[in-house]
C-alpha cells in the first residue's frame, strides 16, 4: 500500500512522493545499534516523523556562515548507506520530480521510537558483571548513609527484585504509547539519551508508589 504526497521544492518545482514503508511505533535496539544512533544523531533526529531523501539529508551539514557543506555528499551517502545496514534507517518510498525522468529515494527510520532492548534487564543475563556492578552499588551507598556495607547477596537480590519491577513499567510506557497520542509524541520527540533518563526515572518512581514494600526493604538493609 502506498501513499502520494504532492508539494513543492526550494525551486518551486512539483514532485510527487510515493511512500512505501511507514516506520513501526517502537524498535528494540542493541548497545551497538545505540552507539550508531547517537555517532550520527543529526540524521536520526532529521528523519523522525518524515521521508527525506539524501540531498535532503546533506542539507543537514550546511554551514549558514560560510554556506559551505561540512560533510560531502559523497560522505553522507556513507552515513546513511551504515545506517541502513544497521537496519536504523530504511528506503521508504521514491520521489519524482517534474522535468527530472530519475527518481529519488527516500528514507525514513525503522521506528519512530528507539528503545534500548530491556532483555539485558532481565536477571538470567550477565550474572557475574551484575554481581561486580551491585557490590560497588553497595559500597558506595553504605558510604552515602555512613552505615556498615550491606549482606552482598540480600542487595543482589534487592537489586534483580527492583529491576524486574522497572522492566515490567517500561514495558508498560511502551504499550501506553500505543494507545495514547501524548505519549507516543513525547517518546517520539525526545532522544534517546534523555529519554532513557525518563523512562529510569519514572519506571523507579512507579515502582516504589506501587510497591512500597521494596522500599521498606531497602531500609531494612542498611539498618
Known sequence: MS????SEDNKSKRYQDMITHKPKLVR????????????????????????LTVKEIHELYLDDETGKHTLTLKTVY??????ENANLIKVSGHRMTEGNRQ????????????FPDMREELPE??????????????????EMLNVPKSDEKSFYDFYMLLRKHKYQINIEILEKAKSSKKTAE?????????LNKMTETISTL????RHPEILEKLRNLYN
Open 3 to 6: 501513499e502520494e504526497i504532492y
Open 28 to 51: 528494540f535496539i542493541s548497545e551497538e545499534e545505540v552507539e550508531l544512533i547517537r555517532k550520527y544523531s543529526q540524521i536520526i533526529r532529521a528523519l523522525r516523523n518524515t521521508h
Open 78 to 83: 556513507k552515513h546513511v548507506e551504515k545506517l
Open 103 to 114: 527518481t529519488e529515494k527516500l528514507y525514513t527510520r525503522t521506528g519512530n521510537i528507539f
Open 125 to 142: 543475563g550477565n550474572v557475574e558483571e551484575r554481581k561486580v556492578y551491585t557490590e560497588s552499588m553497595n559500597t558506595v551507598m553504605s
Open 186 to 194: 513525547i517518546l517520539t520527540k525526545t532522544n534517546l539519551d534523555k
Open 206 to 209: 512507579l515502582t516504589f508508589l
